[in-house]
């Protein structure tokens, strides 16, 4: 199966629960932000400016758990912000686990190997020596970690422990070059692969979340789905980017760019996605099929954006989790006060023109599973899809170069940092002139060619 079977049958109740009820308006997935602070400052993201005057405050534990509970999805999506600085992200967890949610930990990856190493104390025990030595010849703890973790934690905390009602969902939008330039970080995909690594060593399930832009280059995103297939990750969530409101303020304001030269609109969508039911029968693609003939431009969908609510610091973010008219005290609240009708696109005409190029996952993802926009033969497409056999990695296939920037020296500020340094006139050859998005002389971002890195799955 391509998602655990507890876990198909868990929505597929609730779905069923609220079809009976002829409940108008249910949520499927909650989108819980605790906090907006963030250890990174991604191309794309407009969440730091949005909610530049908050970025300090926390929700308390007391009423995210309530939150989980109001609108009573099965599914919560911890994100943010970067959700592993939240103090009691452990508790968090843990509260969410006792109300027998499912959990996906929507990380950037650079805090997760303490918290798997925060693990590994807390549980510490000599059986366990064999499992360090396969982390330490791997390079993915020090001696000082394995030290620490043999010490033991005993403090009474709850620890993020594996579970089949658990992911790690980590942000990756390509291979080294094209993910550290995004994210506006050098190092961070070489340390994202070290911490998926880690994680399926250690038995957690993982997942990746990628967004694409007008820049991507699809065949490298096919490269990256292969590459963190052969690493056992387990599927693999990727969705379109637009020029929501807060985005485009903040590519205007703080990169100094235009969004029309970074984000997709509807057609430029349908042509990225155009082999997105090719992926899936070779890749673990999370989402309906249905939503994925959405994304090709093969049917219309209506957006359900109710189904994905967005809980945050502010309240109850109406209408989704991209734009914001105003917030809410409680969920039932916001179902009620907002005119839905106002909002997405019917028959090819934006009802209101921020959605015009949205096609994104929270918005549509809902409508291909609760059965908007019906036509004959979707309710056993999904089923065949859910309980079909996940698409294996293909191990015989050619290598792929996914380190191709920092680890090898070319990354995005090598060719600035050689320019300044001592030999700087012969320098500028130590990484490619690869424009940023919007700039003139190329129309992708294309990383160097360099030797490949071979794959080997995690086992």
Known sequence: MRFPLALTVKIARHILKHKLRRTPRFALVLQLEPLHTCNLSCTGCGRIREYSTSLKNLMPLADCLAAARECDAPMVSVCGGEPLLYPQIEELVAGLRAQRRIVYICTNGLLMRKKLKDYLAATYSPRQEPVLAQLLAGQLIADSDAAFIRQGNRNGRPVIAPSPWLYWNVHVDGLEYTHDLIVEREGVFKECVAAIRMAKLLGFQVATNTTVYRETDVREIEQMFQFFAALGVDGHTISPGYDYDAAKQDMIRRRGRRPEDFFLTRALTIEKFARIQ??????????????????????????????????????????????????????????????????????????????????????????????????????????????????????????????????????????????????????????????????????????????????????
């Open 278 to 459: 090719e992926w899936s029968r070779r890749f673990n693609i999370f989402g309906t099929p249905v939503y994925q003939e959405f994304l090709a431009g093969q049917r219309a969908l209506t957006c359900t954006a109710w189904a994905i609510p967005t809980r945050n610091i502010k309240g109850w973010k109406a209408p989704c989790y991209l734009i914001t008219d105003a917030h809410y005290a409680r969920y039932q609240e916001m179902l009620d006060q907002v005119d839905w009708s106002q909002y997405g696109v019917v028959n090819g005409v934006a009802r209101d023109p921020r959605c015009e190029n949205c096609m994104v996952h929270c918005g549509y993802d809902p409508s291909g599973a609760l059965g908007v926009n019906y036509q004959r033969g979707d309710t056993w497409k999904n089923i065949r899809y859910n309980f079909g056999p996940r698409p294996k990695p293909n191990l015989a296939a050619p290598p792929v170069k996914a380190f191709n920037g920092v680890s090898i020296g070319k990354g995005h500020r090598a060719a600035a940092e050689a320019a300044s340094g001592p030999n700087a006139a012969g320098a500028q050859s130590a990484a490619p002139d690869i424009p940023h998005p919007g700039e003139s002389g190329g129309s992708r971002l294309a990383p160097p060619d360099v030797s490949p890195v071979p794959l080997r799955p995690a086992n």
